[in-house]
């Protein structure tokens, strides 16, 4: 059974840091890129930050550039997103996503349950 489960929102002050985290089980971690995407309220769920499966190459939204940060930890099958000088347009459920890349999990593509942050003035 696959799960990917999403910790670490909460509710912060603007211009603080929050750090998401993302734990990826039932998959062979390191044949999926990993994504985080967010979808505010109203709005359409957008693709934050990318890594790809052996953590080399990472992409950024402009919104993210220079703020968020995305890593990944193969051998605990977590990926991570750390935000620094958050905005209240930051404000929404962020979602973990698994793509498979690698020829034996092409295809395959999990989500997460989304985890909630909040930035208040």
């Known amino acids: 059974q696959v799960r990917v489960v999403e910790s670490g929102g909460g509710l912060v002050q603007t211009g603080g840091s929050l750090r998401l985290s993302c734990v990826a089980s039932?998959?062979?971690?390191?044949?999926?890129?990993m994504s985080w995407y967010r979808q505010a309220p109203g709005k359409e769920r957008e693709l934050v930050a990318t890594?790809?499966?052996?953590?080399?190459?990472?992409n950024y939204a402009d919104s993210a550039k220079g703020r968020f940060t995305i890593s990944r930890d193969n051998a605990k099958s977590m990926v991570y997103l750390q935000m620094n000088s958050l905005k209240s347009e930051d404000t929404a459920v962020y979602y973990c996503?698994?793509?498979?890349?690698?020829?034996?999990?092409?295809?395959?593509?999990?989500w997460g349950q989304g985890t909630q942050v909040t930035v208040s003035s």
């Open positions: 039932g998959i062979t971690f390191s044949r999926y890129a």
């Open positions: 890594i790809t499966s052996d953590g080399g190459t990472t």
């Open positions: 996503n698994a793509r498979g890349v690698h020829i034996l999990a092409k295809g395959y593509n999990y």
